[in-house]
Protein backbone atom coordinates (compact mmCIF):
# COMPACT_ATOMS: atom_id res chain seq x y z
CA UNK A 1 0.00 0.00 0.00
CA UNK A 2 1.28 3.28 -0.69
CA UNK A 3 2.10 5.80 2.26
CA UNK A 4 0.32 8.42 3.20
CA UNK A 5 2.22 11.90 3.92
CA UNK A 6 0.28 14.40 6.04
CA UNK A 7 1.61 17.81 5.77
CA UNK A 8 1.05 20.04 8.99
CA UNK A 9 -1.45 22.33 8.74
CA UNK A 10 -1.25 25.36 5.95
CA UNK A 11 2.32 23.30 4.61
CA UNK A 12 0.76 22.73 1.37
CA UNK A 13 1.50 26.42 0.07
CA UNK A 14 4.39 25.89 -1.71
CA UNK A 15 2.80 22.98 -3.37
CA UNK A 16 -0.17 24.95 -4.18
CA UNK A 17 2.07 27.13 -6.12
CA UNK A 18 3.85 23.76 -7.63
CA UNK A 19 7.22 23.90 -5.86
CA UNK A 20 8.52 20.12 -6.24
CA UNK A 21 9.85 19.24 -2.63
CA UNK A 22 8.48 18.80 0.46
CA UNK A 23 10.75 19.44 3.53
CA UNK A 24 11.20 17.09 6.68
CA UNK A 25 9.70 20.15 8.85
CA UNK A 26 6.53 20.75 6.49
CA UNK A 27 5.77 16.88 7.43
CA UNK A 28 3.28 15.81 10.18
CA UNK A 29 2.72 12.04 10.34
CA UNK A 30 3.34 9.47 7.75
CA UNK A 31 0.71 6.57 7.69
CA UNK A 32 1.50 2.72 6.24
CA UNK A 33 4.86 3.39 6.48
CA UNK A 34 5.42 0.01 8.01
CA UNK A 35 7.64 -1.19 4.97
CA UNK A 36 8.45 2.14 3.35
CA UNK A 37 11.75 2.77 1.66
CA UNK A 38 13.51 5.70 0.31
CA UNK A 39 13.02 5.78 -3.35
CA UNK A 40 9.40 4.63 -3.02
CA UNK A 41 6.47 6.74 -4.69
CA UNK A 42 4.35 8.33 -2.03
CA UNK A 43 1.42 10.38 -1.49
CA UNK A 44 0.98 13.44 -0.10
CA UNK A 45 -2.15 14.86 1.41
CA UNK A 46 -3.01 18.03 3.23
CA UNK A 47 -3.83 18.34 7.28
CA UNK A 48 -7.49 18.09 6.12
CA UNK A 49 -6.62 14.61 4.10
CA UNK A 50 -6.73 15.98 0.79
CA UNK A 51 -4.93 14.42 -1.95
CA UNK A 52 -2.19 16.98 -3.13
CA UNK A 53 0.23 15.16 -5.26
CA UNK A 54 2.47 12.18 -5.54
CA UNK A 55 6.43 11.76 -5.44
CA UNK A 56 9.66 9.77 -4.30
CA UNK A 57 10.43 9.47 -0.35
CA UNK A 58 13.74 10.47 0.27
CA UNK A 59 15.46 10.43 3.50
CA UNK A 60 16.91 13.68 4.42
CA UNK A 61 15.55 17.47 4.67
CA UNK A 62 13.84 17.25 1.07
CA UNK A 63 11.67 14.40 2.41
CA UNK A 64 9.50 14.09 -1.14
CA UNK A 65 10.59 15.24 -4.42
CA UNK A 66 7.12 15.57 -6.50
CA UNK A 67 6.44 14.36 -9.74
CA UNK A 68 2.85 14.80 -10.44
CA UNK A 69 0.04 16.48 -8.85
CA UNK A 70 -2.60 14.24 -10.36
CA UNK A 71 -3.17 11.17 -8.63
CA UNK A 72 -1.74 9.14 -11.82
CA UNK A 73 -0.19 5.62 -11.98
CA UNK A 74 3.65 6.57 -12.33
CA UNK A 75 3.83 3.42 -14.94
CA UNK A 76 6.26 3.19 -18.14
CA UNK A 77 3.33 5.10 -19.98
CA UNK A 78 4.02 7.97 -17.76
CA UNK A 79 8.15 8.23 -17.64
CA UNK A 80 7.68 7.65 -21.83
CA UNK A 81 4.99 10.74 -21.66
CA UNK A 82 7.38 13.08 -19.28
CA UNK A 83 10.47 12.11 -21.76
CA UNK A 84 8.54 12.99 -24.74
CA UNK A 85 7.62 16.24 -23.40
CA UNK A 86 11.44 16.73 -22.77
CA UNK A 87 11.81 15.93 -26.04
CA UNK A 88 9.08 18.53 -27.56
CA UNK A 89 11.04 21.12 -25.85
CA UNK A 90 14.38 20.46 -27.04
CA UNK A 91 12.92 20.34 -30.46
CA UNK A 92 10.78 23.70 -30.18
CA UNK A 93 14.27 24.77 -29.30
CA UNK A 94 15.93 23.42 -32.65
CA UNK A 95 18.18 20.99 -31.09
CA UNK A 96 17.23 18.17 -31.90
CA UNK A 97 18.09 16.61 -35.27
CA UNK A 98 20.55 19.84 -35.39
CA UNK A 99 23.53 19.95 -38.00
CA UNK A 100 25.68 21.72 -35.70
CA UNK A 101 24.89 20.84 -32.55
CA UNK A 102 25.07 17.20 -31.50
CA UNK A 103 25.09 17.63 -27.52
CA UNK A 104 22.52 19.30 -25.56
CA UNK A 105 20.79 18.72 -22.16
CA UNK A 106 16.95 16.76 -22.44
CA UNK A 107 16.32 16.76 -18.96
CA UNK A 108 17.03 19.50 -16.83
CA UNK A 109 15.55 17.68 -13.37
CA UNK A 110 12.52 20.21 -11.90
CA UNK A 111 12.81 22.30 -15.01
CA UNK A 112 11.42 19.28 -16.83
CA UNK A 113 9.07 18.23 -13.47
CA UNK A 114 11.25 15.49 -13.51
CA UNK A 115 13.05 16.03 -9.74
CA UNK A 116 16.28 14.32 -9.23
CA UNK A 117 17.00 13.37 -12.98
CA UNK A 118 19.25 14.71 -15.35
CA UNK A 119 19.76 13.51 -19.24
CA UNK A 120 22.20 14.52 -21.27
CA UNK A 121 22.24 13.29 -24.98
CA UNK A 122 26.02 13.11 -26.89
CA UNK A 123 25.35 11.92 -30.25
CA UNK A 124 23.87 8.29 -30.19
CA UNK A 125 24.50 8.01 -26.84
CA UNK A 126 22.20 9.31 -23.84
CA UNK A 127 23.40 9.44 -20.73
CA UNK A 128 21.46 9.28 -17.28
CA UNK A 129 22.37 10.97 -14.08
CA UNK A 130 20.59 10.18 -10.80
CA UNK A 131 20.18 12.32 -7.97
CA UNK A 132 17.76 10.76 -6.23
CA UNK A 133 17.17 6.84 -5.03
CA UNK A 134 13.51 7.32 -6.49
CA UNK A 135 14.92 7.96 -10.11
CA UNK A 136 17.59 5.25 -9.60
CA UNK A 137 14.90 2.71 -9.09
CA UNK A 138 12.90 4.04 -12.38
CA UNK A 139 16.53 3.93 -14.61
CA UNK A 140 15.30 1.36 -16.88
CA UNK A 141 11.57 2.85 -17.41
CA UNK A 142 13.66 5.98 -18.09
CA UNK A 143 15.96 4.29 -20.60
CA UNK A 144 13.72 2.53 -22.21
CA UNK A 145 11.38 5.71 -22.56
CA UNK A 146 14.24 7.55 -24.22
CA UNK A 147 14.20 4.79 -26.52
CA UNK A 148 10.95 4.80 -27.42
CA UNK A 149 10.86 8.61 -27.78
CA UNK A 150 14.16 8.30 -30.20
CA UNK A 151 14.00 5.64 -31.81
CA UNK A 152 17.12 4.58 -33.32
CA UNK A 153 18.55 7.82 -33.07
CA UNK A 154 19.98 6.84 -29.69
CA UNK A 155 21.87 3.80 -29.51
CA UNK A 156 23.17 3.50 -26.29
CA UNK A 157 22.02 4.76 -22.87
CA UNK A 158 24.67 5.16 -19.92
CA UNK A 159 23.78 5.45 -16.56
CA UNK A 160 26.36 7.48 -14.42
CA UNK A 161 24.72 8.00 -10.96
CA UNK A 162 27.26 6.21 -8.70
CA UNK A 163 28.75 9.64 -7.57
CA UNK A 164 25.18 11.71 -7.62
CA UNK A 165 22.78 9.47 -5.58
CA UNK A 166 22.52 10.76 -1.70
CA UNK A 167 25.54 9.38 -0.05
CA UNK A 168 23.44 8.27 2.97
CA UNK A 169 21.22 6.20 0.82
CA UNK A 170 24.21 3.73 1.22
CA UNK A 171 23.60 2.39 -2.44
CA UNK A 172 26.37 0.73 -3.81
CA UNK A 173 26.19 0.84 -7.23
CA UNK A 174 28.67 0.98 -10.51
CA UNK A 175 28.37 2.83 -13.94
CA UNK A 176 26.98 1.85 -16.79
CA UNK A 177 25.11 1.43 -19.58
CA UNK A 178 21.21 0.26 -19.83
CA UNK A 179 21.47 -0.58 -23.69
CA UNK A 180 22.48 -3.70 -25.40
CA UNK A 181 24.33 -1.38 -27.07
CA UNK A 182 27.84 0.41 -25.47
CA UNK A 183 29.32 3.43 -27.20
CA UNK A 184 32.24 3.86 -24.87
CA UNK A 185 33.66 7.51 -26.46
CA UNK A 186 31.94 10.01 -28.86
CA UNK A 187 32.59 12.65 -30.75
CA UNK A 188 30.11 15.39 -30.83
CA UNK A 189 29.31 18.64 -31.97
CA UNK A 190 28.67 22.28 -30.77
CA UNK A 191 28.06 25.62 -32.90
CA UNK A 192 29.63 23.48 -35.78
CA UNK A 193 32.74 22.69 -33.51
CA UNK A 194 33.87 19.34 -32.31
CA UNK A 195 34.66 17.96 -29.25
CA UNK A 196 35.84 14.23 -27.68
CA UNK A 197 33.45 13.40 -25.08
CA UNK A 198 34.02 10.36 -22.92
CA UNK A 199 31.30 9.72 -20.24
CA UNK A 200 32.25 6.93 -18.80
CA UNK A 201 35.83 8.64 -17.47
CA UNK A 202 34.76 12.59 -17.53
CA UNK A 203 33.25 14.93 -14.80
CA UNK A 204 29.89 15.17 -14.68
CA UNK A 205 27.76 13.61 -17.64
CA UNK A 206 31.36 14.16 -19.47
CA UNK A 207 30.92 17.63 -21.06
CA UNK A 208 29.73 20.95 -19.94
CA UNK A 209 26.35 21.65 -21.90
CA UNK A 210 25.37 24.28 -20.03
CA UNK A 211 28.17 27.03 -21.65
CA UNK A 212 26.83 26.56 -24.64
CA UNK A 213 25.61 30.05 -25.51
CA UNK A 214 28.31 31.53 -23.54
CA UNK A 215 30.78 30.15 -25.67
CA UNK A 216 29.34 31.60 -28.93
CA UNK A 217 29.85 35.19 -26.86
CA UNK A 218 33.58 34.49 -26.37
CA UNK A 219 33.73 33.28 -30.14
CA UNK A 220 32.31 36.81 -30.53
CA UNK A 221 34.77 38.84 -28.95
CA UNK A 222 38.34 37.15 -29.55
CA UNK A 223 38.97 38.57 -32.93
CA UNK A 224 43.21 39.56 -32.05
CA UNK A 225 43.39 38.90 -28.67
CA UNK A 226 45.28 37.26 -26.29
CA UNK A 227 43.37 34.96 -24.50
CA UNK A 228 43.51 33.07 -21.27
CA UNK A 229 40.85 30.27 -20.35
CA UNK A 230 41.13 29.05 -16.58
CA UNK A 231 39.30 25.96 -15.21
CA UNK A 232 39.58 24.95 -18.77
CA UNK A 233 38.53 21.21 -18.61
CA UNK A 234 37.57 19.99 -22.49
CA UNK A 235 38.89 22.99 -23.57
CA UNK A 236 35.32 24.47 -24.95
CA UNK A 237 36.26 28.02 -24.31
CA UNK A 238 39.51 27.84 -26.15
CA UNK A 239 38.34 25.79 -28.77
CA UNK A 240 36.06 28.95 -29.59
CA UNK A 241 38.10 31.65 -28.72
CA UNK A 242 40.39 29.88 -31.18
CA UNK A 243 37.62 29.83 -34.48
CA UNK A 244 36.96 33.43 -32.99
CA UNK A 245 40.29 34.34 -34.38
CA UNK A 246 42.41 34.87 -31.04
CA UNK A 247 46.14 35.54 -31.91
CA UNK A 248 46.71 32.64 -28.99
CA UNK A 249 44.83 31.02 -26.38
CA UNK A 250 46.31 29.69 -23.12
CA UNK A 251 44.06 26.51 -21.00
CA UNK A 252 44.80 26.01 -17.64
CA UNK A 253 43.38 23.83 -15.11
CA UNK A 254 44.77 21.66 -12.01
CA UNK A 255 44.09 18.43 -13.64
CA UNK A 256 46.68 17.25 -16.16
CA UNK A 257 43.90 14.93 -17.63
CA UNK A 258 41.93 18.06 -18.36
CA UNK A 259 44.56 19.93 -19.63
CA UNK A 260 45.65 16.83 -22.23
CA UNK A 261 42.02 16.54 -23.16
CA UNK A 262 41.74 20.61 -23.92
CA UNK A 263 45.01 20.18 -26.70
CA UNK A 264 43.07 17.24 -27.97
CA UNK A 265 40.27 19.41 -28.62
CA UNK A 266 42.20 21.89 -29.91
CA UNK A 267 43.78 19.62 -32.52
CA UNK A 268 40.73 18.21 -33.45
CA UNK A 269 39.46 21.33 -34.95
CA UNK A 270 42.52 23.17 -36.26
CA UNK A 271 45.72 21.07 -36.14
CA UNK A 272 48.51 20.93 -34.97
CA UNK A 273 49.57 24.77 -35.90
CA UNK A 274 47.21 26.26 -33.28
CA UNK A 275 48.53 29.05 -31.09
CA UNK A 276 48.00 26.93 -27.45
CA UNK A 277 49.71 26.35 -24.42
CA UNK A 278 47.85 23.92 -21.97
CA UNK A 279 48.92 24.39 -18.78
CA UNK A 280 48.33 22.19 -15.67
CA UNK A 281 48.60 24.52 -12.78
CA UNK A 282 46.29 25.99 -10.27
CA UNK A 283 44.36 28.67 -11.54
CA UNK A 284 45.17 31.07 -8.59
CA UNK A 285 49.27 30.47 -8.85
CA UNK A 286 48.77 30.69 -12.32
CA UNK A 287 47.38 34.30 -11.83
CA UNK A 288 49.63 35.42 -9.27
CA UNK A 289 52.56 34.39 -11.75
CA UNK A 290 51.20 36.11 -15.13
CA UNK A 291 52.21 38.90 -17.14
CA UNK A 292 50.11 41.68 -18.21
CA UNK A 293 49.62 40.81 -21.66
CA UNK A 294 46.22 39.04 -22.05
CA UNK A 295 43.27 40.62 -23.22
CA UNK A 296 40.75 38.32 -22.78
CA UNK A 297 40.25 36.17 -19.72
CA UNK A 298 37.63 33.78 -18.46
CA UNK A 299 37.12 32.33 -15.16
CA UNK A 300 34.70 29.34 -14.96
CA UNK A 301 35.76 27.82 -11.85
CA UNK A 302 33.61 24.51 -9.99
CA UNK A 303 31.10 25.44 -7.91
CA UNK A 304 32.54 26.97 -4.82
CA UNK A 305 29.88 26.62 -2.45
CA UNK A 306 27.72 23.91 -3.23
CA UNK A 307 25.88 24.12 0.49
CA UNK A 308 23.86 27.42 2.02
CA UNK A 309 26.44 26.68 5.02
CA UNK A 310 29.61 27.88 3.02
CA UNK A 311 28.15 30.75 0.64
CA UNK A 312 30.22 33.15 2.88
CA UNK A 313 33.41 31.48 1.92
CA UNK A 314 33.10 31.21 -1.50
CA UNK A 315 32.01 34.58 -2.04
CA UNK A 316 35.32 35.70 -0.54
CA UNK A 317 36.70 32.93 -3.13
CA UNK A 318 35.17 35.06 -5.75
CA UNK A 319 36.46 37.99 -5.09
CA UNK A 320 40.11 36.68 -4.45
CA UNK A 321 39.80 35.35 -7.97
CA UNK A 322 38.18 38.16 -9.97
CA UNK A 323 40.38 40.63 -7.95
CA UNK A 324 43.20 39.00 -9.29
CA UNK A 325 42.53 38.40 -12.80
CA UNK A 326 41.29 42.33 -12.83
CA UNK A 327 44.40 43.22 -11.21
CA UNK A 328 46.47 41.77 -14.51
CA UNK A 329 44.11 42.34 -17.73
CA UNK A 330 45.22 44.18 -19.97
CA UNK A 331 43.49 47.58 -20.59
CA UNK A 332 40.48 47.31 -22.77
CA UNK A 333 40.66 43.66 -21.50
CA UNK A 334 37.38 41.62 -21.87
CA UNK A 335 36.60 39.37 -18.78
CA UNK A 336 34.07 36.44 -18.84
CA UNK A 337 33.43 35.58 -15.01
CA UNK A 338 30.97 32.80 -14.09
CA UNK A 339 29.71 31.04 -10.90
CA UNK A 340 27.89 27.96 -11.10
CA UNK A 341 26.89 27.34 -7.40
CA UNK A 342 23.37 27.07 -6.93
CA UNK A 343 24.03 28.57 -3.59
CA UNK A 344 25.06 31.93 -4.44
CA UNK A 345 22.55 34.08 -6.47
CA UNK A 346 23.25 36.27 -8.91
CA UNK A 347 23.08 39.34 -6.16
CA UNK A 348 25.47 38.05 -4.33
CA UNK A 349 27.86 36.90 -7.30
CA UNK A 350 27.41 40.66 -8.78
CA UNK A 351 28.33 41.92 -5.50
CA UNK A 352 31.28 39.71 -4.96
CA UNK A 353 32.95 40.99 -8.71
CA UNK A 354 31.88 44.72 -7.83
CA UNK A 355 34.18 44.20 -4.45
CA UNK A 356 36.89 43.00 -6.65
CA UNK A 357 36.73 45.43 -9.11
CA UNK A 358 36.67 47.95 -5.97
CA UNK A 359 39.80 45.56 -5.06
CA UNK A 360 41.41 46.23 -8.44
CA UNK A 361 40.97 49.57 -8.59
CA UNK A 362 39.89 49.34 -12.51
CA UNK A 363 37.06 51.05 -14.11
CA UNK A 364 34.79 48.31 -15.02
CA UNK A 365 31.46 48.36 -17.67
CA UNK A 366 29.40 45.15 -17.43
CA UNK A 367 28.62 44.32 -20.64
CA UNK A 368 26.33 41.11 -20.74
CA UNK A 369 24.52 39.25 -18.03
CA UNK A 370 24.84 35.38 -18.57
CA UNK A 371 22.69 32.68 -17.64
CA UNK A 372 21.75 28.90 -18.40
CA UNK A 373 20.87 28.06 -21.95
CA UNK A 374 17.62 27.18 -23.10
CA UNK A 375 17.77 23.61 -22.50
CA UNK A 376 18.47 23.68 -18.58
CA UNK A 377 15.26 25.71 -18.39
CA UNK A 378 14.14 26.57 -15.06
CA UNK A 379 10.40 25.99 -13.66
CA UNK A 380 8.83 29.28 -13.16
CA UNK A 381 7.55 27.45 -9.68
CA UNK A 382 11.41 26.11 -8.75
CA UNK A 383 13.61 28.90 -9.20
CA UNK A 384 16.39 26.50 -7.45
CA UNK A 385 16.90 24.89 -11.14
CA UNK A 386 18.31 28.48 -11.93
CA UNK A 387 22.44 28.12 -10.83
CA UNK A 388 24.60 29.18 -13.87
CA UNK A 389 25.50 33.19 -13.57
CA UNK A 390 27.72 35.09 -15.49
CA UNK A 391 29.25 38.66 -16.50
CA UNK A 392 31.11 40.08 -19.79
CA UNK A 393 33.21 43.08 -18.11
CA UNK A 394 35.13 45.22 -19.84
CA UNK A 395 38.42 46.20 -18.25
CA UNK A 396 39.59 50.20 -18.59
N1 LIG B 1 35.07 25.82 -18.23
C1 LIG B 1 34.86 24.40 -18.37
C2 LIG B 1 34.23 23.76 -17.15
C3 LIG B 1 34.97 23.98 -15.88
S1 LIG B 1 34.72 22.74 -14.71
C4 LIG B 1 34.04 24.11 -19.61
O1 LIG B 1 33.61 25.04 -20.30
O2 LIG B 1 33.85 22.95 -19.91
C5 LIG B 1 35.86 23.16 -13.49
C6 LIG B 1 37.29 22.75 -13.79
O3 LIG B 1 38.12 23.39 -12.82
C7 LIG B 1 37.61 21.26 -13.64
O4 LIG B 1 38.15 20.79 -14.85
C8 LIG B 1 38.63 21.16 -12.51
O5 LIG B 1 39.65 20.21 -12.77
C9 LIG B 1 39.20 22.55 -12.50
N2 LIG B 1 39.74 23.06 -11.23
C10 LIG B 1 39.21 22.92 -9.98
N3 LIG B 1 39.94 23.66 -9.10
C11 LIG B 1 40.93 24.27 -9.80
C12 LIG B 1 41.97 25.17 -9.46
N4 LIG B 1 42.14 25.60 -8.20
N5 LIG B 1 42.78 25.60 -10.44
C13 LIG B 1 42.62 25.19 -11.72
N6 LIG B 1 41.65 24.33 -12.09
C14 LIG B 1 40.81 23.89 -11.15
Given at each position: MIAKVYLKRGKEESLLR????????????????????????????????????????????????????????????????????????????????????????????????????????????????????GMYHSRKQIATAISKVYGSKIESVYDKSSRTLPFKAGIDTCDGYLTAQHNH???????????????????????FIDQRVNRELVRRYSKGRRVLNTFCYTGGFSVYAADGGATEVVSVDSSERAVELASRNMKLN??????????????????????????LVILDPPAFAKHHKVVHEALKAYKRLNAKAMQKIKSGGILFTFSCSQAVNKEQFRMAVFSAAAIAGRRVRILHQLTQPEDHAINIYHPESEYLKGLVLYIE
Open positions: RHLWIFSGAIARIENDENLLEGDIVDVYTNDKQFIARGHYQIGSITVRILTFQQEEINQDWWTLRIRQAYQVRQAQGLVDSKITTCYRLVHGEGDMLSGLVVDIYGTTAVVQCHSVVGYVLENGLKFEVNWEEGQKTGFFGEQIPHKAIAMDTFDFLKEMDDSFD
